[in-house]
């Protein structure tokens, strides 16, 4: 182990990492990727709600602190394919105008180093890659597009086409929602109940591992260490570039040497890895302006109303993204995978499981999006023991709490009797970024447009750890196709020899 070298070392394996392998391992270079975690089993507990949702199987027993010093359970994914294994797989492109400054009721969202028109391209081919579905041009807010979806959008069930109708009768512009499975004609996808937040047994949802490493690992450009996690990244004497990278294995520590590194160990990780390591910092931002949307879980229920739903995500509104009527943004409203009774017992841990399970029989279950403005004080610090800290006090609560108001009118013109709501805790911090951001100017900004290091030639920071700000989507199409603009643009490729 102790001379492992590559043109490329990608550190972490998730929709950034292995989006990147992928696009470089197209062109023909020699990419070694280092993940600390394995491949994830195929096994019965896969699709069950008590090993997933209750005995967090799949995530690790390592605890993160609060900005109290209070340890919590993160949720982090270490396996190949990173987050993504277990995903809700939902694909949109951010707006068009979320590069853009935009006013917030409690401040400003920034403009991105790069336009929209800059990343459209991108947005194609990841959405080939990652196999989205839906139809576009149905929702208002859709970004302009010079290709159609790649494939059609996903059929919904009965009760989702009676919400549908409802939703327009009261006003709204439901669509279908951007979904990254394998559905349709020889496709793989069963159509089951157990996707979001479940690992897909059968390789039919779009995750990082089956749609961009297993592919890059087809071409015999890419090699791929498992259980080896990246402990310090090490600068030469110039300071100017990394010369090596530390990796604790199953049998101690080792060095790999590469001509460019990137980093894709996840927004906090990738984070703490760069403080750890004391490099890329010279703008004192590495860390700070910690975003992961401000989110609620919202079940209407309706005693009247049974919901036989199998795969419920099929359906979103945005009637409020860019305006909630008072001239700033709220956010998105989507329907997430239908959610059981033993699933709410893993946060109403005292309500008697019969009761859950009534109440899931009779009810659906959307996720409520807003965008959290970045703040330098929200940030990582990794304590003297290096133990990962997060210090987060969201900016734009007033905004979900508008949202979240709005929203429950409509839903019980609709017809729901009865609306519960799970806000989103430090914890549920699956839509982490903003940790080194990028921008045009090395002092206010850790990454140029292209996620390289302002400070290190030989460094790039590829996942949700370079956004300027959240927007109110979901992440990972955005790190999908920024990865594949950064290896076809910048000089991540270029040169290797
Ligand atoms: C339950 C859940 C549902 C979600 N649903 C959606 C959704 O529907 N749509 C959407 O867009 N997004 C969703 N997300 C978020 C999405 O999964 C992430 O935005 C995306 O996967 C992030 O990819 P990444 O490559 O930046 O980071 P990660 O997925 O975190 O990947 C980082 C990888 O690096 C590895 N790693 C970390 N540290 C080290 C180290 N020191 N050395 C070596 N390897 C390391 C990790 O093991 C991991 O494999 C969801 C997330 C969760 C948890």
Redesign the pocket.
């Known amino acids: 182990m102790e001379n492992l070298s590559a043109a490329v070392v990608v550190?972490?394996?998730?929709?950034?990492?292995a989006t990147t392998a992928f696009a470089l391992a197209k062109k023909g270079i020699d990419v070694l990727v280092?993940?600390?975690?394995d491949y994830l089993p195929k096994e019965p507990e896969n699709w069950s709600p008590q090993a997933i949702f209750i005995d967090q199987r799949y995530k690790p027993t390592e605890k993160w602190l609060d900005g109290s010093g209070k340890e919590f359970g993160p949720?982090?994914?270490?396996?190949?394919?990173?987050?993504?294994k277990?995903?809700?797989?939902?694909?949109p492109r951010f707006r068009e105008a979320d590069f853009g400054e935009i006013k917030h009721l409690e401040g400003i969202s920034p403009a991105w180093p790069f336009t929209y028109t800059d990343i459209e391209p991108y947005y194609c081919q990841a959405e080939e890659l990652y196999k989205v579905h839906s139809t576009a041009g149905i929702d208002p807010t859709d970004p302009p597009r010079s290709k159609p979806f790649p494939f059609p959008a996903i059929a919904h069930e009965g009760y989702v086409i009676d919400l549908e109708k409802r939703f327009r009768k009261i006003g709204l512009h439901p669509f279908p929602n951007a979904m990254g499975i394998d559905l349709g004609e020889n496709g793989k996808c069963i159509r089951c109940s157990t996707c979001?937040?479940f690992a897909c047994k059968v390789d039919a949802k779009s995750d990082?591992q089956s749609c961009a490493l297993d592919q890059a690992l087809k071409t015999g450009n890419v090699r791929i260490l498992t259980n080896?996690?990246?402990e310090r990244l090490v600068a030469d004497e110039s300071g100017e570039a990394i010369s090596h990278i530390v990796v604790s294995g199953k049998n101690g520590e080792f060095k790999v040497h590469g001509q460019r590194y990137v980093l894709?160990?996840?927004?906090v990780?990738s984070a703490a890895?760069m403080l750890k390591s004391g490099v890329g910092n010279s703008s004192g931002l590495v860390g700070r302006n910690f975003m992961m949307h401000i989110n609620s879980h919202v079940a209407t229920f309706d005693p009247m109303r049974k919901n036989d739903l199998t795969f419920q995500k099929t359906l979103s509104f945005n009637d409020w993204y860019f305006d909630g009527g008072k001239g700033y943004p709220l956010g998105a409203v989507q329907l997430i995978g239908k959610v059981t009774g033993l699933m709410m017992k893993s946060f109403a841990k005292k309500v008697p499981l019969s009761l859950l399970n009534y109440i899931a029989d009779h009810s659906v279950e959307f996720v409520l999006m807003t965008e959290d403005l970045p703040d330098p004080e929200n940030r990582i610090e990794v304590t003297k023991g290096g133990r990962i800290q997060v210090f987060l006090k969201q900016r734009g609560m007033k905004t979900h709490m508008e949202l979240l108001k709005k929203a429950k009118r409509y839903l019980r013109k609709s017809g729901y009797k009865a609306i519960f709501r799970q806000p989103f805790d430090i914890s549920m911090n699956?839509?982490q970024c903003g940790t080194v951001k990028a921008g045009n100017d090395p002092q206010s900004s850790v990454l140029d447009q292209y996620c390289k290091s302002h400070d290190l030639s030989n460094l790039y920071i590829i996942?949700?750890g370079f956004f300027p700000s959240s927007a109110a989507m979901?992440?990972?199409?955005t790190?999908a196709a920024q990865a594949l603009r950064v290896v076809a643009e910048s000089g991540l490729a270029k040169g290797i020899i």
Not at 11 to 17: C, K, N, Q, W
Not at 86 to 91: E, K, R
């Open positions: 550190i972490g394996s998730g929709i950034g990492g280092i993940e600390r975690g949720g982090v994914h270490y396996f190949v394919g990173g987050n993504s277990v995903y809700g797989a939902a694909l979001d937040g990082a080896s996690k990246v894709s160990a996840g927004a990780n890895l699956s839509h996942d949700g979901n992440p990972a199409l790190i």
